[in-house]
């Protein structure tokens, strides 16, 4: 065991936020520090510096152009790009895709997407969930039916988040009606300009528009678009959701808020108020037990209660400790937090009850923050599967 | 940071939970225990070269750190162990080791390593809350020596130690002292703690003390009382680990057994979803327990002090939540004697309150100014 990181990890860390310090767009870090909404140029700005630098894919191979970089690295890029303010990696193609398409894509398959991901020329939207079928995903009934070299793909797929900044789309169809529910299911990608495809916003309760619906209309798509094997797609899609496990705790992102509500409370002179002082304590210390787990997970000879649960572990401390904090932003905000307007959150025009008050986006950003434990498998879900680990046999 | 566990780690808590298994079987945890059945224990802990863990080679110690010691202490905490480990091994022996001159040093530590000499510390008085600044017993200067006078209470492990590192003030300097438990002028009152644990209060009149039972004063005792502290805590962690360790496991089992409406209550979702947050709360606890102990290894005065106040403060908070869901997820079972699961939650709460409670330690990691990670 060891307190400190290695020097080599120390400089590796000082790489990374000298970096952000010079390549991120001011006017870019400002909208990501301040809550703001962010527009897919801002994302794209910062997705190609990461790209020339070759750090746009930690999470890939290195001979896929991933930058062969350790657990620990990864973390400490991680930590050091949000806590410098700069735009999480939302794209699906990137976190999501990219890995299924390199464990499970044809040579054609990677060699035709995965460089577009890598240079976010291409942007992929991920169609999962359906109106009957939220955390019951297998229940799904989105269908495709082989006619000839195509499928004809017919349903309705809704909480697609960013769709309205992609051009392609990931989706679980049913290709076997008959078959128990996790084994009728592939996986196929379609572009979204197919004919018989629409995607629509769907307005949130916090003025944002994130989220979609995708309806598929007897949409024509080649069966070279198919994933792996037909009827295998639960196995990709259970791949992909168990992937992501660096970055699942939001420690930077958690790291960043907290110094947003010190910032905040000192911009108000409130920082030694005694209620304040202590819920920043507490978030403090409850950040720090979350990232030595997150730190100890990565260590040898770890003992751990629920084995193979540690990433559920994770999403669910990790997402309820940033919600918590989020929540104490909204605190901060006082009464700052009554006005609203669309345009103060996409810094458009200047709305006189609240000027260039950050506060005023603390209550959005709060209501947002619930997607959190919402998105990824519920938190509930999350506790099934670590609960049937614990009690099976 | 690097919270890899070594082989050889893994080798010493090997053998430690060996050790506990034989000696603490399941069914007679929480029961009282002669005190020659103790003593006969003290002497094989010495034999495995646990009682001189981290004193030096020339003391017969084994020179390892908190970080190895951690993993003795959560095997301990698992099997309620009622030795005198924490007050012995951890805080006198760390105490004397980094005060005592060489003729101390031989004097007291070489008998801890060789499981010959129990120790306790009295540090704690009737109307200080933790307020160890303003402490009222009084150590005077008397002909070649001392005289030691006031009250000293909660002295863990105390009916039964051989001797106590006491602490006490002159003219505003705090003293430390080695006082045998048979001086002139010592009155030892016994008692049990919450958890079954033997307990002293102990009144000095005018003890004698010579030159060469003192250890230090003013600034450099006050350092190293802190750093014991500080190792105090996070040997609490550590313990406290190990006894949430048990609790979960038989919240588990008993989930797993138990049948009530024709099915085992593991098929509860609302249940199930209490013991995943106690295995949360016990892997964060894991953490913060691995993180205090390098931080008393590695870290430096503020930077520990700060971190360990984090661990004890994480690890309360887990433990609480443990217990209770511990007890209720047991029903009415896990509120009687018989169920082991009340034994552990009384040792986690007396953990919680040695040497600094919640509010002590969020007030201490408040006003450190030192960056935690």
Redesign the interface.
Known sequence: MRLEFTPEEEAFRQEVRAFVEAELDPAIKAKVERGLRLEKADYVAWYTRLYEKGWITPGWPEEQGGPGWTPIQKYLFDEETLLGGAPRIIASGINMLGPVLIAFGTPEQKEKYLPAIRRSESWWAQGFSEPGSGSDLASMRTTAVRDGDHYIVNGHKIWTSYAHFCDKLFCLVKTDREAKPQEGISFLLMDLDTPGIEVRPIKLYEGGNDLNEVFLDNVRVPVENLIGEENKGWTYAKYLLGHERTGIAGIGASKQQLLRVKRLLAEQGMEGEPHFRRRVAELEIELLALEATGLRILGENQIFSAPGAEASMLKVRGTELRQEIFELLYEVAGPAAIPFSEEAMRLEGEDPLIGDDERASLAANFLDSRKLSIYGGTNEVQRNVTAQMLLRG | ???????E??QLRDAVKRFCDGEYPQERRGQPVSIDRRRERWGMMAELGLTGLTLSEACGGSDLGM?EQMGVLEELGRCLSPEPYLSTAVISASLIQSLGNAEQRERWLAPIAAGELRMALALDEPRGRYAYATMACRLTPEGDGYRLDGEKCLVLDGPDADAYVVAARHEGSLQLLVVPADAAGLNRTVGTTLDAREIATLGFAGVPVSRAQHLAEGEEAEKALQAALNRASAALCAESVGAM?EL??QT?EF??VRQQFGAPL?KF?AL??R???M??A???????A??A???V???DERKCRK?VS?AR??VARAARLIAKEAVQLHGAMGMTDECQVGHYVKRLMVAERLFGDVSYH?ES??NSAAT??
Not at chain 2, 1 to 7: G, L
Not at chain 2, 282 to 288: D, P
């Open positions: 940071m690097d919270f890899s566990i070594s082989e780690q893994l970080v360790v979960v496991e588990r989930l797993k593991g979702q199930q979803h013991l995943v947050d295995v949360i016990l892997e964060q606890s894991r953490s913060m691995s993180l102990a390098m931080a290894d590695e870290a971190l984090a403060v994480s969020l990691f408040e935690a990670v």
